[in-house]
């Protein structure tokens, strides 16, 4: 290979730098063409244009990555780190030790990427500044910061409403804060894992907590699972916090309707005595012949999976059949065909009836989108 073809291949992508011939990567017009195409063909220049300013300038500027492969001697150099760490916080990994003591420098790291903290030398990383910068940017620096700031109120107020759960790294003091508590749990529910126990039966905390993550009460004392308040609270951000309700809220029409405008499955966790009125009037038939007419293969399932409707016979969208069945025997394989039926939406209901006759669950269909939910919300609205 001669110049000009390296200089055309580079042309195309510098990272073609690396298939040229080890006598061309000494070429500084060959490398700066491609360092400029792509800053990380660096990597494959000769040693001794990785020393050479301008290479490893043209280099950063148009890549962050860079900078890991520019020679020791370059590492050192300011002009080139701010460069690259302007782009990228975290390449100050690559800098020279002597700049990561650099406030400046290690200032412009941390305001790109909080995380480039982890790179500073440790007297910076007691530096008030520098971690302010870093948790505000990426609260949960707070990680890299000295202890001493650990427990510092600035700057782990200002890391929790970074990044709630940057709570799990402040000194164990403010753990048991309530206002610094607050903010943590404000950003993110999740950071009620990281609370002092003193807190955990905090009203106002664990409120605070469920609007936020619904879920988190499967974890609440029995205290709050018997608290309507909360539970109402829960079930707004998420319907499926109604499995972990006091029974008795399970059984508490207002409670039970909030759990399912917010999510229909919901209703899979109510009491029976708020469902015995959901019966096959409430499916969508016309969704259910849809599904078995685009499905060949459609099966439907009770939920215990001990009864099953299933589209058998007739490869095409109007003409198959319907079988009502029973799971197969685990010692026998053995199963019991209920009925069979026809694919007119009629004979569906009529499906879904013997379907529920033979110990199919009428809930099965909510988990398949079939129930009307709005049929449901007004059921569940009638004093």
């Known amino acids: 290979m001669d110049k000009k073809e390296a200089l055309e291949l580079v042309k195309e992508h510098g990272l073609n730098l690396f298939y040229i011939d080890d006598e061309l990567k000494t070429d500084k017009e060959i490398v700066l063409i491609a360092v400029m195409d792509n800053g990380r063909s660096l990597e494959f220049a000769d040693d001794s244009l990785k020393k050479d300013k301008e290479i490893v300038l043209a280099a950063v500027k148009q890549s962050h990555r860079a900078l890991e492969f520019a020679d020791d001697s370059l590492k050192k150099d300011r002009e080139i780190v701010l460069i690259s760490i302007k782009n990228r916080g975290y390449t100050l990994n690559y800098a020279d030790e002597s700049l990561k003591k650099d406030k400046e420098v290690?200032?412009?790291?941390?305001?790109?990427?909080?995380?480039?903290?982890?790179?500073?030398?440790?007297?910076?990383?007691?530096?008030?500044?520098?971690?302010?910068?870093?948790?505000?940017?990426?609260?949960?620096?707070?990680?890299?910061?000295?202890?001493?700031?650990?427990?510092?109120?600035?700057?782990?107020?200002?890391?929790?409403?970074?990044?709630?759960?940057?709570?799990?790294?402040?000194?164990?003091?403010?753990?048991?804060?309530?206002?610094?508590?607050?903010?943590?749990?404000k950003q993110d529910g999740s950071a009620h894992e990281y609370i002092d126990d003193?807190?955990?039966k905090d009203k106002e905390i664990f409120l605070t907590i469920v609007k936020q993550d619904g879920l988190v009460l499967q974890y609440a004392d029995d205290s709050f699972k018997k608290d309507k308040k909360i539970i109402l609270e829960a079930v707004k951000q998420n319907g499926d916090a109604l499995q972990f309700a006091d029974d008795?809220?399970?059984?508490?029409?207002?409670?039970?309707?909030?759990?399912?405008?917010?999510?229909?499955?919901?209703?899979e966790y109510?009491?029976?005595?708020?469902?015995?009125?959901?019966?096959?009037?409430?499916?969508?038939?016309?969704?259910?012949?849809?599904?078995?007419?685009?499905?060949?293969d459609f099966l439907h399932w009770d939920t215990n999976e001990k009864v099953s409707i299933t589209r058998t016979g007739g490869s095409n969208e109007t003409n198959y059949r319907v079988s009502i069945e029973s799971n197969q025997d685990e010692d026998t394989s053995d199963y019991e065909v209920y009925d069979e039926l026809g694919s007119s939406i009629d004979e569906i209901e009529s499906a879904v009836v013997c379907f529920l006759e033979n110990g199919g669950d009428i809930m099965s269909f909510q988990l398949d989108g079939y129930l009307n939910v709005e049929k449901i919300i007004l059921e569940l609205k009638k004093v």
């Open 270 to 296: 109510a009491d029976d005595s708020l469902k015995k009125n959901i019966d096959s009037s409430f499916i969508n038939f016309k969704k259910l012949k849809k599904d078995m007419d685009m499905d060949g």
């Open 106 to 185: 290690v200032l412009a790291a941390v305001k790109q990427d909080g995380e480039a903290l982890d790179y500073a030398d440790d007297s910076l990383k007691k530096d008030k500044d520098v971690v302010l910068e870093a948790v505000k940017q990426v609260g949960d620096a707070l990680n890299y910061a000295d202890d001493s700031l650990k427990k510092d109120k600035d700057v782990v107020l200002e890391a929790v409403k970074q990044s709630g759960r940057a709570l799990q790294y402040a000194n164990e003091n403010l753990k048991k804060n309530k206002e610094f508590v607050l903010e943590a749990v």
């Open 248 to 267: 008795s809220f399970k059984k508490d029409r207002e409670i039970v309707l909030e759990a399912v405008k917010q999510n229909s499955s919901a209703l």
């Open 198 to 200: 003193s807190l955990k």
